[in-house]
């Protein structure tokens, strides 16, 4: 059990009625709360949930528009994330209470000062490195709107420009990420045909992919609601047409592609996490076809050759700089 959902066991008797656990880990916690819902953008973990619990959990960007006696909100990465998550929980739940638990170190006691916005806070547990916080909701704040919280910037590479629109908690929400930018001068000269951009975010590699290839069919994937959501807005922005899919990890993704492109993940929440990124290589060949790309942009510390080699074919480095290179291999 995550010791987040350990700390709200400590407390069960305040979390009796209908609760929603908002960005509820997966594991065995509703199975202890048996009137309670889940709410998740993680698509991982909501797959698990769902089979897990049928019916009792949704994924979405907002909250369903239920009826609920009180809601948890698990402390996720991202400041503004928090400050969104807040906003939609209050709104709905003017009156009563929301409850905020998290990790000291992923920043609890700065998170239940966001809390404190909404009405009388009190710490209410600590305990395996976790704090419980309440918060007795008193006014209903406006309802927040995410598309309204979005970030525009405009991104260029070569000749072409793509107006990006990030929402809170998506990677480089706000402006664009050094490894990316390298990525998108490494685009030309991919086999024509499907392509995926692997752990998509706002969208940007997935809609300069559509620009410069515009009879590709690409598929945008990411384990993120927040993520699909900005990117359907990137590309909306943009008037490009590409498939969005939310989706865990590679086995998600299309088979038949011609090129895999992708900025992969490396961290995940508090936790260095490699394994998403790892599988990806590992698998690269079973979603391409032979003659099919593999073309990725790294911290250039991390080992990611050897493995490539040993699972696609040659690995070169087409681009270096400022800490990142750009790899590129092909499957025979
Ligand atoms: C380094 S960011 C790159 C985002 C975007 N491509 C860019 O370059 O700005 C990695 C992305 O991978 C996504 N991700 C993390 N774990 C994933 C998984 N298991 N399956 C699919 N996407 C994942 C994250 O949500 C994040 O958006």
Redesign the pocket.
């Known amino acids: 059990m995550d010791p987040r959902s350990q700390v709200l066991l400590r407390n069960i008797e305040l979390l009796q009625g209908k609760v929603v656990l908002a960005g509820l880990p997966a594991d065995e916690l509703l199975a202890e709360l048996p009137n309670a819902q889940g709410w998740s953008w993680h ?2 973990e909501y797959e698990y949930l769902s089979q897990r619990f049928a019916e009792r959990c949704t994924f979405s960007t907002q909250l369903s528009g239920e009826q609920y006696s009180a809601a948890v909100l698990f402390l996720p990465k991202s400041r503004e994330l928090t400050e969104y998550l807040l906003h939609e929980l209050a709104a709905k739940l003017a009156g009563s209470t929301v409850f905020l638990v998290g990790e000291k170190r992923a920043g609890s006691e700065r998170a239940a000062k966001q809390l404190a916005a909404f009405g009388r806070t009190s710490k209410v547990d600590s305990a395996r490195h976790c704090q419980l916080w309440r918060c007795e909701v008193a006014a209903k704040p406006e309802q927040p709107n995410l598309n309204a919280a979005s970030k525009e910037f405009i991104v260029s590479s070569g000749e072409l420009s793509v107006a ?1 629109h990030t929402v809170p908690g ?3 929400h706000g402006r ?2 050094l ?2 930018q390298l ?1 998108l001068e490494c685009l030309a000269g991919l086999p024509a045909g499907q392509y995926l ?10 809609s300069f992919l559509k620009k410069t290839y515009p009879d590709a069919q690409i598929t945008l ?4 609601a ?2 699909i959501h900005s990117s359907k807005l990137t590309l909306a922005a943009n008037q490009l047409e590409a498939v969005t899919l939310a ?4 086995h ?1 993704a299309p088979k038949q592609l011609t090129a895999i492109v ?7 929440g508090v936790h260095t ?1 490699y ?3 790892e ?2 290589l590992r698998e690269a060949a079973i979603h391409l076809q032979p003659g099919g790309e593999l073309r990725i ?1 790294a911290n250039s510390f991390l080992k990611y050759p050897p493995l490539i080699e040993k699972h696609l074919g040659p690995c070169s480095v087409l681009a270096e700089r400022d800490g990142f290179k750009v790899y590129r291999a092909v499957r025979n």
Do not use: K, R, W, Y
Not at 262 to 268: E, K, L, T, V, Y
């Open positions: 698509a991982g990006v998506v990677f480089s664009l990420d490894g990316t990525l951009d692997f752990g998509c975010g706002a969208g940007v590699v997935g994937l990411d384990v993120d927040f993520a989706g865990d990890g590679i998600a992708s900025n992969p993940p490396f961290h995940q996490q394994e998403t990124t599988t990806m942009v």
